[in-house]
């Protein structure tokens, strides 16, 4: 497990909240269709796929337009929020989906993209803390709830944190 990556989460998330910006754990990018270019919203791993550190840790985030004009559905590399509001004023519609990549360029889910940052032995363990539905609290997924369970990760250890989860260890 890369705690170190894992703390730097942490301190990437809490920057977040210090800023106000939007944060969804339900999808990696939100775009708010009425307003395209302030309404982005993204979960932990959508900010940490535009985050300098973690693109050079090989974490990369691509946005493709799946409309009928072959032309446009080349995938597009996103490094920030401003290039992700680019593409939205462009394609304002349904079909844009988000492709990522880690180190070796090869296309993979969200949460193997976590788990390969973040050296996780369990995709499960991804899951857990960035995956909507795991947080059945009030304020389901708050970023605060999100760091909580970071730090509970650091704490406990990879192993532990799951079974506990899963109350293997009760």
């Known amino acids: 497990m890369n705690i170190d990556a894992l703390k730097y989460m942490i301190e990437m998330l809490k920057g977040i909240k210090e800023s106000g910006k939007k ?3 339900r999808e990696w990018v939100i775009m708010d269709k009425e307003q395209p270019v302030c ?3 993204c979960c932990a ?3 940490a796929a535009l985050d300098p550190v ?3 840790a090989g974490l990369n985030m691509f946005v493709v337009n799946l409309t009928d004009k ?3 559905r080349k995938p597009i590399l996103l490094k920030t929020t401003k290039d992700f509001n680019k593409v939205a004023r462009k394609y304002i ?3 844009l989906t988000y492709d990522f990549t880690y ?3 090869n ?4 949460f193997e993209a976590a788990v390969q940052l973040f050296d996780f032995e369990h995709e499960e363990t991804a899951e857990i803390l960035f995956l909507f539905s795991s947080y059945d609290s009030p304020g389901n997924g708050s970023i605060d709830q999100v760091i909580e369970r970071i730090e509970l990760l650091i704490e406990k250890g990879e192993e532990n944190f799951f079974n506990d989860y899963y109350g293997y260890n009760d």
């Not at 296309?107 to 969200?110: K, V, W």
Request: aromatic letters at 16%; glycine letters at 16%; proline letters at 8%.
């Open 23 to 25: 944060f969804d754990l």
């Open 39 to 41: 309404g982005t919203s």
């Open 45 to 47: 791993m959508g900010y």
């Open 54 to 56: 973690f693109q050079l």
């Open 70 to 72: 072959p032309e446009d």
């Open 93 to 95: 519609n349904p079909y």
């Open 103 to 105: 180190k070796d360029g």
């Open 107 to 110: 296309t993979i889910s969200g």
